[in-house]
């Protein structure tokens, strides 16, 4: 596609419901980055992806995170037991991989768990 | 570990003055990436600096690389609403070829 894109764009859920936050990167890029970012504050690393493999994995908070790439292409974080805490806009974004390249953030899903 | 340390957090300017945001990294770079976040938005890339010394402009926009590769500034000329924002820099982490160490973002408010 065109540019990198989040479904949905807004979540409301309730404590202790799981949720799945989907990003479509820009075809061909191989690399696709989640970010959180809560209110006023700066980008926190959660996971990437070097085509379906994700290396480093370090910035998921707790192990109620998972995500999933398939096909090189699509990825899906999934937040099982949501807390109040997880609120946040979630940010993908995604690259062509190699070294020297800017990132493209999609719009993000905003998440409030109720 | 590697830090990039951004200043400063915020910063406070009347509509047509200038404004400067700063990055220095604990180590040397082979590149600094710069990203604007409007209010509500998302981070959008601006520019990648490479060489040694390098400085580049957009319109009022110009952006420095520091001759020893470890610094890097962002200044605006004559501030207007649409520059309003969160300005962040982004370097590359050095144990992987991917993934980018982000400053923490200097927030651009025009006073009323």
Known sequence: ?114 | GQQVMQIPQYQHVQEGEDFTTYCNSSTTLSNIQWYKQRPGGHPVFLIQLVKSGEVKKQKRLTFQFGEAKKNSSLHITATQTTDVGTYFCAEPAMDSNYQLIWGAGTKLIIKP
Not at chain 1, 4 to 23: A, F, H
Not at chain 1, 69 to 80: A, K
Not at chain 1, 85 to 111: H, I, M
């Open chain 1, 1 to 114: 596609g065109a540019g990198v894109s989040q479904s949905p764009s807004n979540k409301v859920t309730e404590k202790g419901k799981d949720v799945e936050l989907r990003c479509d990167p820009i075809s061909g890029h191989t690399a696709l980055y989640w970010y959180r970012q809560s209110l006023g504050q700066g980008l926190e690393f959660l996971i990437y992806f070097q085509g379906n493999s994700a290396p480093d994995k370090s910035g998921l908070p707790s192990d109620r995170f998972s995500a999933e790439r398939t096909g090189g292409s699509v990825s899906t974080l999934t937040i099982q037991r949501t807390q109040q805490e997880d609120s946040a806009v979630y940010l993908c974004a995604s690259s062509p991989g190699q070294g020297g390249y800017g990132y493209t953030f999609g719009s993000g899903t905003r998440l409030t768990v109720v």
